[in-house]
């Protein structure tokens, strides 16, 4: 598949918000991990699975193995790269 440059300049974004804002809060692992997820999501032009108006967090973690529940910060903090993704 060939990408736009939008698409990718997106990527990069969301790739960027991971390093920046997601980096302090999970292990590097869990980080790479989350990235992923969130770029598949962009790939695939999916969304993430929902919870009412918030992400599901139990899914997400046990989809990108998280080894703990998120914390109240992590998911604050990723909801905000989530809604990027709905508004993307």
């Known amino acids: 598949m060939i990408m736009n440059p939008t698409a990718r300049s997106f990527q990069h974004k969301i790739a960027g918000f991971c390093e920046i804002?997601?980096?302090?809060?999970?292990?590097p692992a869990e980080l790479k991990r989350l990235?992923?997820?969130m770029l598949a999501l962009v790939n695939d032009q999916a969304l993430p699975p929902m919870k009412g108006k918030a992400v599901d967090w139990t899914e997400i973690a046990a989809a990108c193995r998280l080894a703990a529940k998120p914390s109240a910060k992590l998911m604050r903090v990723g909801q905000h790269g989530f809604d990027v993704l709905f508004a993307g």
């Open 21 to 27: 804002r997601l980096a302090p809060l999970v292990s």
């Open 35 to 37: 990235t992923a997820y």
